[in-house]
């Protein structure tokens, strides 16, 4: 899936050096996945005379979930003609993002200063063509000199609004043309051409303190209208009846009128329907010298939405929780023995334990509460054969570290490994449990991770357990460990039983390649979660919007995965 990174910092360090002003920073952007090299994303515009930049560029990348992506941010005060300075730099883990409330992550730099990762979808829907024209912009730099005009382009986000795009200034000017831009259309408006943008003109200042010089309201649908009712008349007159009225503080300011205002990049309809926009009803050749006014509309084609993905789901708040499941059953060997997948190696983790944590460290930035449900199935108490029974001292652990401690607490329990290996009641109880936080939060989807030696006793009544939860919020790995006949197992992930939601991969496979394994195991979780949330007429919540002052701060990590990046200002 595309997703797009936005970048904010604040209380960068000033590194620019006595007397030399401010800073003007710039971020390098690099991702890596572990064991692979670091490849350059790219970079974001300088920003003149500032500590805390909110960088317009944004930046597309795939990422799926179960293959761990990590990006690395450097910022770098730009020198002209010397060497440019580092100001900080963050690692980040993309999966902790997208886990945040409202996708946004806080992180302290190395160096100093904070910096704020935003990662949300990415849909492309072509380029916004934008060229505009101000026309008697009020001067706002006192008697002797011109206004530097500049503008940005807001995209309304949630309750506020958002930076999406800064053209550069055009000196001393109040009659300014502004060069061509070309805006990501589903980073400008997500496909909703209507949708409102806002136009802000400011006065540029070199040391950042820019000054404000009017705005207006309008959309992407907007812009098109008034190029296509300018092109009915002469584009160099300063009096068009298409022209913006700029404001500041509900008083006219001057005027915009628009040059350029198209779509491209598509080959579809809409890029057929954006070079064809024309006015509906044109006016007559004037006859007198006050025509009455004329209404004109444009015909514009406005896409249908695309279809929703996972990462719509998890930006509208959606919980994802794990429960883990266990196979204590006596087909594991005993487990005080070498070369049994339950047997303990000292600080080496043993088959079941690195099962968990390489799903367990995907999974658990997904879970607010990063508590789980930890079950085993195969063993006896007293004599009697219990095909599900808790393992641990609570019914639910914290993280992955809590996981592996039940898992190991398990075997001082006085458990008997026995027979048979029966996983029906475990996915039953993890489609209850799926079930009621479905219905008592909104939005809520689960994942029930089984580990297994593979020998299950009996297929078909694991098959029939599977069927009947099938239309349950939930998703059902399995992690077959050990050199047993999988046959069964693979049977329950090609066997059609209403919706698909098993994912059986053998632990061996990818034994020397935990992110692999991860990323085989959740690979079908993405479009099991939006099938099931789309079968019940279930649409994605509006994302949620988190303001940087509700934000915990991360603390540097020194390290991560061995990932090594290094940066060339």
């Given at each position: 899936m ?6 904010t910092a ?7 050096g ?16 572990p064991?692979?090299?670091?490849k350059e994303l ?64 806080a ?5 100093g ?15 916004f ?18 206004s ?54 400011y ?94 509309t444009v ?21 994802i ?15 005080r ?16 334990e690195?099962?968990?944590?390489a ?40 993280g ?21 290996t ?10 209850a ?37 099938s ?21 329950l ?66 390290e ?10």
């Amino acid at each position: 899936m595309k997703v797009k990174l936005s970048l904010t910092a604040t209380r960068l360090p000033n590194v620019a050096g006595m007397f030399k002003g401010t800073s003007d920073p710039y971020a390098i952007v690099k991702i890596s996945h572990p064991g692979s090299s670091p490849k350059e994303l790219g970079r974001t515009e300088v920003i003149k005379n500032t500590l805390d930049p909110r960088w317009t560029r944004q930046f597309v990348f795939d990422h799926e979930l179960g293959t761990p992506s990590f990006l690395s941010v450097a910022v770098f005060d730009r020198i002209p003609k010397e060497t440019d300075k580092p100001m900080g730099s963050a690692m980040i883990d993309v999966d902790s993002v997208l886990g945040s409330k409202g996708n946004l992550k806080a992180k302290k730099m190395k160096g100093g200063g904070v910096l704020y990762a935003k990662v949300m979808k990415h849909q492309g829907m072509g380029d916004f063509n934008l060229q505009l024209r101000g026309i008697k912009l009020e001067n706002v730099e006192g008697l002797f000199k011109k206004s530097d005009p500049f503008y940005e382009v807001w995209r309304r986000e949630g309750g506020g609004w958002d930076t999406v795009f800064r053209s550069k200034p055009v000196m001393e000017s109040l009659a300014p043309i502004w060069p061509e831009s070309k805006m990501d259309v589903a980073l400008l408006c997500g496909g909703k051409l209507d949708a409102p943008i806002k136009i802000v003109i400011y006065d540029y200042e070199r040391k950042g303190d820019h000054v404000l010089m009017g705005e207006f309201e309008t959309s992407i649908q907007g812009l098109i209208a008034a190029r296509a009712f300018a092109g009915a008349g002469d584009i160099n007159s300063e009096d068009l009846a298409s022209a913006f009225n700029v404001t500041k503080k509900g008083r006219e300011t001057g005027q915009v009128c628009v040059l350029r205002a198209d779509i491209s990049g598509l080959e579809d309809e809409l890029s057929e329907k954006m070079k064809d926009a024309s006015l509906e009803d044109k006016p007559a050749e004037a006859e007198a010298p006050a025509p009455a006014p004329v209404a004109y509309t444009v015909d514009t084609f406005v896409p249908p939405p695309p279809k929703p993905t996972f990462v719509d789901y998890i930006s509208g708040g959606c919980e994802i929780s794990m429960g883990v499941a266990i196979d204590y059953s006596a087909s594991n060997g005993d487990p005080r023995k070498a070369g049994t997948p339950h047997y303990f190696k000292g600080e080496e983790k043993n088959d079941y334990e690195s099962a968990i944590q390489a799903v367990g460290k995907v999974l658990s930035p997904y879970d607010s509460d990063h508590m789980h449900s930890v079950w085993g199935f195969g063993a006896k108490y007293g004599g009697v054969l219990r095909n599900i029974f808790q393992c641990g001292p609570a019914p639910e652990v914290n993280g992955v570290d809590g996981i592996l401690d039940a898992y190991r607490a398990t075997f001082k329990s006085g458990l008997a490994m026995s027979e048979p290996t029966d996983i029906s009641d475990v996915c039953k109880a993890a489609a209850a449990k799926a079930a009621q936080a479905q219905s008592t939060s909104g939005q809520a989807y689960s994942i029930l991770l089984i580990i297994t030696d593979g020998k299950i006793t009996d297929v078909n009544k694991a098959a029939a357990a599977i069927s009947q939860v099938s239309d349950s919020p939930l998703s059902i790995v399995i992690i077959g460990v050990g050199d047993a006949d999988f046959s069964g197992m693979k049977y329950l992930d090609d066997i059609s039983c209403g919706r698909d939601i098993v994912q059986f991969v053998p632990f061996n496979k990818y034994r020397h390649d935990k992110n692999a394994l991860s990323a085989a195991v959740l690979n079908e979780v993405p479009d099991q979660l939006v099938e099931y949330f789309q079968k019940h007429g279930i649409e994605p919540n509006p994302p949620v919007v988190q303001s940087f002052d509700d934000i915990a701060l991360d603390d540097v990590e020194e390290e991560t995965d061995d990932i090594e990046f290094t940066f060339e200002p």
